[in-house]
């Protein structure tokens, strides 16, 4: 804790100096808008130091109102029923230096492209935050298909289902406040599910790999179903790609990319088609 008090000192003193040095440069020179660093690495930097030491933890809110601000913002600056503009408003609210947890626009390729190459139509996303690969991933499904979206924080619940309304797919897309392991019954028998054509984990690190093992348990996965990890080279999940490194029941391709809305820190997504080698599994 003292450790995060230090760091959180130290970034509010290095924003505070370089606005300083903006004020003293001839108009027009340089703005907070062409700086990454310090004003969105920064913020990203004491993001991820709450998500270790803070609030984050075990919230899953940065705690400062800003989850709650992203459906606001979208209400007001996107016409309704524009899935679109509604992840492009959201990009620039994180852009512009309020940090969000979001896939973000650069690794959000990577999806879209596993999204066009497999053609998906029974989806699970396990960490919804504010909504915003809910509206990336529901806009890009064919009619009649469907994504459920699993988020533990009821707050952000209420605010992921407010962004995907607004975005004109919430017949598309069902928000579910949980974890895995407390709607499976709800997915199974009030949903109907069988098996998921592509798992998106974008939610606590530590759950990765014990959220997986958790849907070959259920046999939520078949031959062939996809399973996308953000965030595996930062903040990390080690024992998650271990695992996937090790395994003969799934081929991994490894996407080097950037964290979500920064240009300098390297991150890692892992996407993975279930082969399972043992006899059993499901096919369809």
Same mark, same amino acid.
């Given at each position: ?9 130290? #970034?509010?003193?290095? =924003? ?13 020179? @340089? $703005? ?10 920064? &913020? ?18 940065? #705690?400062?109102?800003?989850?709650? $601000? =992203? ?13 679109? $503009? ?10 512009? #230096?309020?940090?969000?947890? !979001? ?14 190459? !497999? /053609? ?5 996303? @396990? ?9 990336? @991933? ?7 298909? /469907?994504?459920?979206?699993?988020? *533990? ?9 407010? =962004? ?18 407390? =709607? ?11 098996? *998921? ?8 690190? /530590?759950?990765?790999? #014990? ?10 996965? /078949?031959?062939? &179903? @996809?399973?996308?990890?953000? !965030? ?45 080698? $043992? ?6």
């Amino acid at each position: 804790m003292a450790l995060f008090r230090i760091a959180l000192l130290l #970034g509010l003193l290095a =924003v505070a100096a370089t606005g300083a040095c903006l004020h003293l440069l001839p108009p027009g020179t @340089i $703005s907070w808008s062409t700086l990454e660093f310090p004003r969105n690495t920064i &913020s990203m930097m004491l993001h991820y130091a709450a998500a270790k030491y803070g609030h984050l933890r075990t919230t899953g809110q940065v #705690g400062d109102g800003r989850e709650a $601000s =992203v459906l606001a913002h979208v209400q007001k600056t996107v016409p309704a029923g524009n899935a679109e $503009s509604v992840l492009k408003a959201i990009d620039e609210l994180a852009w512009g #230096g309020t940090f969000l947890m !979001n896939v973000g626009p650069e690794k959000g390729l990577i999806l879209d492209e596993v999204i066009r190459s !497999n /053609k998906p139509c029974m989806v699970l996303e @396990i960490g919804s935050y504010v909504g915003y690969s809910a509206v990336r @991933i529901g806009s890009q499904l064919a009619p009649g298909c /469907k994504l459920y979206s699993i988020e *533990f924080n009821a707050d952000n619940a209420e605010v992921a289902r407010g =962004v995907v309304k607004h975005a004109g797919l919430d017949q598309t897309v069902e928000v579910i406040t949980g974890t895995l392991q407390s =709607v499976t019954e709800v997915l199974h028998k009030e949903k109907g599910v069988s098996t *998921f054509d592509l798992v998106f984990l974008d939610h606590f690190k /530590k759950y990765y790999l #014990g959220d997986l093992k958790l849907l070959l348990h259920e046999e939520f996965l /078949k031959t062939g &179903s @996809i399973v996308v990890a953000d !965030n595996v080279g930062y903040p990390g999940v080690p024992d998650y790609l271990e695992y996937m490194e090790k395994t003969s029941d799934f081929e991994t391709a490894r996407h080097e990319t950037k964290l979500e809305y920064s240009k300098t820190v390297p991150d890692l997504m892992l996407v993975s088609s279930y082969k399972p080698q $043992s006899l059993g599994h499901r096919t369809s």
